[in-house]
T-cell receptor, first 115, second 113 residues
Framework: NAGVMQNPRHLVRRRGQEARLRCSPM?????VYWYRQLPEEGLKFMVY????????ESGMPKERFSAEFPKEGPSILRIQQVVRGDSAAYFC?????????????FGPGTRLTVT | KNQVEQSPQSLIILEGKNCTLQ??????????LRWYKQDTGRGPVSLTI?????NTKSNGRYTATLDADTKQSSLHITASQLSDSASYIC????????????FGTGTLLAVQP
């Protein structure tokens, strides 16, 4: 059973470009979480999704950021018109349905660098 | 405000020695407390999860304690190994419907030969 997969592992974008980060959860997991880790800081919650639904996006910046988890395919975190402050490691985690306390399994992360 | 604070920020110990990392939290409502290990450049890996009713849990050489009254937790590592060098993160699960996780900034542990 493969773990949580994220790609790309490293992504370089110029200011103003778009960044698309992908996350494939573990088999059988229907819950996906996205976190951002800025340099020298702890992980911060961004968004929680289930298949085709955004459950909690209270950690997402109001502009330029969006996330989806379609019925088929990976979850996508999309950042439009990137700025230098978006440079960070973005981690995805997945958890199985209906199991408290919802153990979350993390992927290796995507390191975004905005030049 | 929901916060998780860890101490020390960093720690250097010799191989074979024991150490204890501390965590204080102000998360309400509380659901659970987890300790994760994060190697440089990797995602966090779960070591232990404790709910309100548990006050200790072990995973090999790692033992976590939880005092829900004082809102404190500790992670004790015995007989440290070079591979224990990593960041150890205390994470509290918020008791709301979405089980949001609140992360501490971690303790960076370096085990030296």
């Amino acid at each position: 059973n493969a773990g949580v997969m994220q790609n790309p592992r490293h992504l370089v974008r110029r200011r103003g470009q778009e960044a698309r980060l992908r996350c494939s959860p573990m088999k059988g997991h229907s819950h996906v979480y996205w976190y951002r880790q800025l340099p020298e800081e702890g992980l911060k919650f961004m968004v929680y999704l289930q298949k085709e639904n955004i459950i909690d996006e209270s950690g997402m910046p109001k502009e330029r950021f969006s996330a989806e988890f379609p019925k088929e395919g990976p979850s996508i975190l999309r950042i439009q018109q990137v700025v230098r402050g978006d440079s960070a490691a973005y981690f995805c985690a997945s958890s199985p349905p209906d199991r408290a306390p919802y153990e979350q399994y993390f992927g290796p992360g995507t390191r975004l660098t905005v030049t | 405000k929901n916060q998780v604070e860890q101490s020390p920020q960093s720690l250097i110990i010799l191989e074979g020695k024991n150490c204890t990392l501390q965590c204080n939290y102000t998360v309400s409502p509380f659901s659970n407390l987890r300790w994760y290990k994060q190697d440089t450049g990797r995602g966090p890996v779960s070591l232990t999860i404790m709910t309100f009713s548990e006050n200790t849990k072990s995973n090999g050489r790692y033992t976590a304690t939880l005092d829900a009254d004082t809102k404190q937790s500790s992670l004790h590592i015995t007989a440290s190994q070079l591979s224990d060098s990593a960041s150890y993160i205390c994470v509290v699960g918020h008791g709301g419907a979405t089980n949001k996780l609140i992360f501490g900034t971690g303790t960076l542990l370096a085990v030296q030969p």
